[in-house]
């Protein structure tokens, strides 16, 4: 199973901050990567797919970025509503397999 | 407007099985392909696997296989998601997700697959 580290594990940012957060895999797969964004009791939303294309009606201030092993979800100016938890997704071979997530936090 | 709405929550004894449905809506069912993820409390995601709504084809991940079974009623637009033998490490929230592209790719050649619309949840407490 392809092997998947988030980093940070969590970070504390204000309102208006420029937030990255990074996804390595344990080994390449192309560009093969999503983004979800998770609210406390509810269902995963789809940010970024194919590691930089922006789902229809998510913000732009989101962007992904990466190939090979090595990608980044990128919140370019924090808002109220960003405040989640941020799972990266592999969909090169199955299993499909989540990084541990990345919760953002008031600061 | 797509939609997938999941089967209320279970509370099952050790041992049993739950079976969790998942109705569609708004889009043509058997185009797409469908996943199912769980999420224990407190922790992150965990897929299980996958059908291709059309012809019925599956791929269970390794951790659940004889033990998961995933069906669909084409007719109902209806997917499901039945897991045996449970135990409380069962507990958790499961999910369906509309699958975009097959889960067997050839490295970039295949447009990258994801999953777009997810259900609201199904909470199963496995518990004596």
């Known amino acids: 199973d392809i092997q998947m580290t988030q980093s940070p594990s969590s970070l504390s940012a204000s309102v208006g901050d420029r937030v990255t957060i990074t996804c390595r895999t344990s080994?390449?797969?192309?560009?093969?990567l999503n983004w979800y964004q998770q609210k406390p009791g509810k269902a995963p939303k789809l940010l970024i797919y194919?590691?930089?294309s922006l789902q229809s009606g998510v913000p732009s201030r989101f962007s992904g970025s990466g190939s090979g092993t090595d990608f980044t979800l990128t919140i370019s100016s924090l808002q109220p509503e960003d405040f989640a938890t941020y799972y990266c997704?592999?969909?090169?071979?199955?299993?499909?397999?989540f990084g541990q997530g990345t919760k953002v936090e008031i600061k | 407007q797509v939609q997938l709405v999941q089967s209320g929550a279970e509370v099952k004894k050790p041992g049993a099985s739950v079976k969790v449905s998942c109705k569609t809506s708004?889009?043509?069912?058997?185009?797409?392909?469908m996943h199912w993820v769980r999420q224990a409390p407190g922790q992150g995601l965990e897929w299980m696997g996958w059908?291709?709504?059309?012809?019925?084809?599956?791929y269970y991940a390794q951790k659940f296989q004889g033990r998961v079974t995933m069906t669909r009623d084409t007719s109902m637009s209806t997917a499901y998601m039945e897991l045996s033998r449970l135990t409380s490490d069962d507990s958790a929230v499961y999910y369906c997700?509309?699958?975009?592209?097959?889960?067997?790719?050839?490295?970039?050649?295949?447009?990258?697959?994801?999953?777009?619309?997810w259900g609201q949840g199904t909470l199963v407490t496995v518990s004596s």
């Open positions: 194919a590691a930089s």
């Open positions: 997704q592999q969909s090169y071979s199955p299993p499909w397999t």
């Open positions: 997700a509309r699958g975009i592209g097959d889960i067997v790719v050839v490295p970039d050649a295949t447009r990258p697959p994801y999953s777009d619309y």
């Open positions: 708004g889009y043509t069912f058997a185009a797409y392909y």
């Open positions: 059908m291709n709504l059309n012809t019925g084809g599956t």
């Open positions: 080994q390449s797969i192309s560009n093969y």
